[in-house]
């Protein structure tokens, strides 16, 4: 059972907007620590996708988009495309537990 | 180009120890802190372990305290993960990763990915 908990999979079109939320607590999300995405390709690494809640790393498409509203996060991805179909983690930090946390992840699957 | 390689992973069985590193390139090792994150098969990522540029301070997961040691050698930019009394839970892709320099603890993202080393416990 994470911490921070992430839909198990959702899915869309090609060309529609999906959005993964990451439901965390006053200990984390709440607490005011940052969050961040990572997307991870079949067989891949994760990468870095999203931020400090909303900031793109150099590289990444504006397509992909980061929020966060007390205790939770959520990533949207617009303008879907067949390439989007991964992974996506949320991750934070939990001061109960002193330690860095992810979500359970969540899989995308471009229709 | 920056990369992380890691490796020392294998079979080991319940009990045994293994010792994983990571060598580092591309980027300045020294600077960076770094972290070890796994990955059991079919499941999600896990932080491990965290530790700063000099090696001088070092977190771990509650799942590994005391059994794991995490360390770096900056002149080879090399860092390491010894693991002992392994068990079946320890299973798992073993990732290091560099935390981006656009953060800070205990806001730290990852951005900088080895491929990830196969460490399976079994008899």
């Known amino acids: 059972q994470s911490v921070l908990t992430q839909p198990p999979s959702v899915s869309g079109a090609p060309g529609q907007r999906v959005t993964i939320s990451c439901t965390g607590s006053s200990s984390n999300i709440g607490a005011g620590y940052d969050v961040h995405w990572y997307q991870q390709l079949p067989g891949t690494a994760p990468k870095l996708l999203i931020y400090g809640n909303s900031n793109r790393p150099s590289g990444v498409p504006d397509r992909f988009s980061g929020s966060k509203s007390g205790t939770s996060a959520s990533l949207a991805i617009t303008g879907l495309q067949a390439e989007d179909e991964a992974d996506y983690y949320c991750?934070?930090?939990?001061?109960?537990?002193?330690?860095?946390?992810f979500g359970g992840g969540t899989k995308l699957t471009v229709l | 180009e920056v990369q992380l390689v890691e490796s020392g992973g294998g079979l080991v069985q319940p009990g045994g120890s293994l010792r994983l590193s990571c060598a580092a390139s591309g980027f300045t090792f020294s600077t960076y802190w770094m972290y070890w994150v796994r990955q059991a098969p079919g499941k999600g990522l896990v932080w491990v372990s965290r530790?700063?540029?000099?090696?001088?301070?070092?977190s771990y997961a509650d799942s590994v305290k005391g059994r794991f040691t995490n360390s770096r050698d900056n002149a080879k930019n090399t860092l390491y993960l010894q693991m002992n009394s392994l068990r079946a839970e320890d299973t798992a892709v073993y990732y290091c990763?560099?935390?981006?320099?656009?953060?800070?603890?205990?806001?730290?993202?990852?951005?900088?990915w080895g491929q990830g080393t196969l460490v399976t416990v079994s008899s």
């Open positions: 991750q934070s930090y939990d001061s109960s537990l002193s330690g860095w946390m």
């Open positions: 990763a560099g935390v981006f320099k656009g953060t800070t603890w205990p806001n730290e993202a990852l951005d900088y």
């Open positions: 530790i700063n540029s000099d090696g001088s301070s070092t």
